[in-house]
């Protein structure tokens, strides 16, 4: 713009001091000006262009260069951090590298420990499979001691069901017996007799008023005529037990007699008795036994007259044949 305003002052002054040639040669130099400034003017433009486009160059440098430094104070950061961090994972690193020699250590302590161990529980396992073993030895033999102790328990019960047949049938053949002899004594009965049944057994009682006199031996008629309906009962049942005994009351024997005591007594009188009765029917003597209780097996035990009357007295007790139910005992 300098350069037009001096260009311009210099033509004005040309113009009006200077011939037409010299301003022809004026004119010329001026439009080679024009030419020069129109070229600077384009140049001028050119380089404004240029110094934009280098401010924002300058400004998108500057931006970076902000940015730069801010990712280089960041990175700092992160450096030092990383850095901090990478101590402590040294230092940790060296604590874990000591707990792991330490753990190693102790590994191979424990290693023994339960090495140890495993050499015990196989000794036990050992010692166990043998048990297991002669358990099942054991077991074998148990087995084979349950089959044959079933077996024997099946004979002890079908022995058993063979002893309850037995002793019903014997308490069938005593009940039956009881009726028979009632029957046959009944003439008897309320005359010092009584038939009674218990434990299995008949008793045959009879008073002594029935079969002696006071301190006799010899046994009255209506006593034989008794023991005689009874001995004809006794031959028909073989399979019946005989036990005759002779009791007394407490009243001491009189001195001076063939006979001792009351334990001598009651033997004779007893012995009397099974003498009719054999006499009698034709029993087996190895039916009959003959006891004398003497005065110590008294019906009862009061000092009275009625007492010593009850005690005074003969029983026939009759019994089963128990031998074959023996036998089945003996063979448990």
């Given at each position: 713009?300098?350069?037009?305003?001096?260009?311009?002052?210099?033509?004005?002054?040309?113009?009006?001091?200077?011939?037409?040639?010299?301003?022809?040669?004026?004119?010329?130099?001026?439009?080679?000006?024009?030419?020069?400034?129109?070229?600077?003017?384009?140049?001028?433009?050119?380089?404004?262009?240029?110094?934009?486009?280098?401010?924002?160059?300058?400004?998108?440098?500057?931006?970076?260069?902000?940015?730069?430094?801010?990712?280089?104070?960041?990175?700092?950061?992160?450096?030092?951090?990383?850095?901090?961090?990478?101590?402590?994972?040294?230092?940790?690193?060296?604590?874990?590298?000591?707990?792991?020699?330490?753990?190693?250590?102790?590994?191979?302590?424990?290693?023994?420990?339960?090495?140890?161990?495993?050499?015990?529980?196989?000794?036990?396992?050992?010692?166990?499979?043998?048990?297991?073993?002669?358990?099942?030895?054991?077991?074998?033999?148990?087995?084979?001691?349950?089959?044959?102790?079933?077996?024997?328990?099946?004979?002890?019960?079908?022995?058993?069901?063979?002893?309850?047949?037995?002793?019903?049938?014997?308490?069938?053949?005593?009940?039956?017996?009881?009726?028979?002899?009632s029957n046959a004594l009944m003439g008897f009965e309320g005359q010092g007799l009584t038939v009674t049944q218990r434990n299995g057994k008949v008793y045959v009682s009879l008073e002594e008023k029935l079969l002696f006199t006071s301190g006799s031996t010899s046994v009255d008629p209506n006593g034989v005529r008794a023991l005689r309906q009874l001995a004809a009962v006794l031959?028909?049942?073989?399979?019946?037990?005989?036990?005759?005994?002779?009791?007394?009351?407490?009243?001491?024997?009189?001195?001076?007699?063939?006979?001792?005591?009351?334990?001598?007594?009651?033997?004779?009188?007893?012995?009397?008795?099974?003498?009719?009765?054999?006499?009698?029917?034709?029993?087996?003597?190895?039916?009959?036994?003959?006891?004398?209780?003497?005065?110590?097996?008294?019906?009862?035990?009061?000092?009275?007259?009625?007492?010593?009357?009850?005690?005074?007295?003969?029983?026939?007790?009759?019994?089963?044949?128990?031998?074959?139910?023996?036998?089945?005992?003996?063979?448990?």
């Amino acid at each position: 713009m300098r350069k037009l305003i001096v260009f311009v002052v210099f033509s004005v002054f040309v113009f009006s001091c200077v011939p037409t040639s010299q301003f022809k040669e004026v004119d010329k130099r001026g439009d080679e000006l024009q030419q020069d400034r129109d070229e600077l003017m384009a140049e001028n433009e050119m380089l404004t262009v240029d110094n934009t486009e280098m401010r924002v160059k300058i400004k998108s440098v500057k931006d970076q260069k902000e940015q730069f430094v801010k990712d280089s104070i960041r990175l700092y950061n992160q450096l030092n951090e990383t850095n901090l961090d990478l101590a402590d994972l040294e230092r940790r690193y060296g604590e874990l590298e000591s707990t792991h020699e330490a753990l190693l250590r102790g590994n191979a302590r424990e290693t023994r420990r339960l090495l140890n161990e495993l050499q015990a529980s196989q000794e036990d396992l050992d010692k166990k499979q043998q048990l297991l073993k002669d358990l099942e030895g054991n077991v074998t033999e148990q087995r084979q001691n349950v089959t044959r102790l079933r077996a024997e328990l099946e004979a002890r019960n079908a022995r058993l069901m063979e002893m309850e047949n037995m002793l019903y049938r014997k308490d069938s053949i005593m009940n039956a017996l009881k009726t028979t002899v009632s029957n046959a004594l009944m003439g008897f009965e309320g005359q010092g007799l009584t038939v009674t049944q218990r434990n299995g057994k008949v008793y045959v009682s009879l008073e002594e008023k029935l079969l002696f006199t006071s301190g006799s031996t010899s046994v009255d008629p209506n006593g034989v005529r008794a023991l005689r309906q009874l001995a004809a009962v006794l031959a028909t049942n073989s399979d019946i037990n005989i036990m005759i005994e002779g009791h007394t009351d407490d009243v001491p024997f009189r001195k001076g007699s063939s006979i001792k005591d009351n334990w001598d007594l009651s033997v004779l009188r007893a012995t009397s008795i099974v003498r009719i009765i054999q006499g009698a029917a034709n029993i087996n003597p190895d039916r009959i036994t003959v006891a004398g209780r003497g005065e110590y097996l008294p019906i009862d035990s009061s000092d009275s007259p009625e007492a010593r009357r009850k005690n005074r007295r003969t029983e026939i007790i009759l019994s089963p044949n128990l031998d074959e139910l023996y036998k089945i005992l003996d063979l448990n």
